[in-house]
Nanobody, 123 residues
């Protein structure tokens, strides 16, 4: 499985961005798709995850109510819609895919990772 993340950029606080994670090499219908981010000087942290089927979604408290994960089955692509962005949302965002039933907030539960896309939120 190859994952290609895109859509990052520079946005003012309060603005929105939509990140994309295009998957190739395998159908991801049974996978959990996760999003993580890493701010400068900090460890990578969990943002949210969702089963490809969309029947179960889980978000970090810091983004709950502002970020939404969705998917386009025809394009084999998962999206992270980010609204009401804050400067503390700045970082490199990564998408990941895994088959674990639990522990979605843990990096080791994911088998495949995208290369990351930079999101910068200015105050």
């Amino acid at each position: 499985v190859q994952l290609q993340a895109s859509g990052g950029g520079l946005v003012q606080a309060g603005g929105s961005l939509r990140l994309s994670c295009a998957a190739s090499g395998r159908t991801l219908s049974t996978y959990v798709m996760g999003w993580f981010r890493q701010a400068p000087g900090k460890e990578r942290e969990f943002v949210g995850a969702s089963r490809w089927s969309g029947d179960n979604t889980y978000y970090a408290d810091s983004v709950k109510g502002r970020f939404t994960i969705s998917r386009d089955n025809a394009k084999n692509t998962v999206y992270l819609q980010m609204n009401s962005l804050k400067p503390e949302d700045t970082g490199v965002y990564y998408c990941a895919a895994g088959l674990a039933f639990t522990g979605w907030e843990t990096e080791s539960r994911y088998n495949y990772w995208g290369q990351g896309t930079q999101v910068t939120v200015s105050s």
